[in-house]
């Protein structure tokens, strides 16, 4: 039996794999701008486990299971007996025997492993403490569909080092390209991802530094999901971070803006910035519905044997 394929971190997938899940949300975009809709998942359903909030991912994957002709189902946990304790094991095995495809977006990493340990059916990561690879696949798409491919070319992080940073450090080594990070002290990135990806990742002392001549600037809000107790220490610390039209002038005069959304503009960016010139978001925002049609298909009607061939 073949084993099921996982999209739990941007490292399940090879780079011809993700290129190819590029490739086709382009396709895929191209279509429905068209008004042409295949339906590859008619039939098909993906259960859908939100133990945090979200509007674009929800959305996105709603709306494209919708396009691809199958159905979406939200699960929250105050409504299903995940909630009142029963063992994600547990859950895993049933709710597998029953979807095609399940998309969770938690806390610990480890759980949507241990879900993916026990599911029959693909698993993906729409978003944990650690790792948002979704996120990745429609910026990554856009970064492409705006600058051609990011090989050789350098974005800059500032922010937070938080789980869109990890994926970002992870997509420079996997896509070939450089990322200065500049985060406050006590903010690092985790040491063991950095590790991974130390060819392909500079650490800065100052966002000044990180933003120098780059291609893309990156970054996200200061207080995750899960740390909007630590809002008041955060907006201190992280008071010099700001994404401002003085710091956008160090980097190339072409650069492009990126933050995956929700912003909160006079914190983490500049208002005239995320809505300036240089600002993509809104089609970064887009492109997460593209790019998880295209996840989707492959995940469930696999990969072109092209790409699976030793
Ligand atoms: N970027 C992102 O994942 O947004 P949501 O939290 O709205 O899903
Ligand atoms: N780092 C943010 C991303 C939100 C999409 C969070 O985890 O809340």
Redesign the pocket.
Known sequence: MESIRHFLSLDDFSLAELNHVIAHAIGLKASTKRGHYATPLKHKTLAMIFE?????????FEAGMTQLGGHAMFLAPQDTQLGRGEPIEDSARVISRMVDVVMI?TFEQAKVELFAAHSRVPVIN??TDDY?P??LLADLMTWREQRGSPQGKTAAWIGDGNNMCHSWMDAARIFDFHLNISCPQGYMPRADIIARNQAFVTVCSSPAEAIKDVDVVVTDTWAS?GQEHEKKAREVAFADYQITDELMALAHQDAIFMH???AYRGYEVAASVIDGPQSVVWDE?EN?LHAQKALLEVLVCGFPAVLSAP
């Open positions: 945090k909030a979200s509007t674009r991912t929800r959305v996105s977006r729409a978003l948002h979704c996120q999901m995956c959304l929700p925002a997460r």
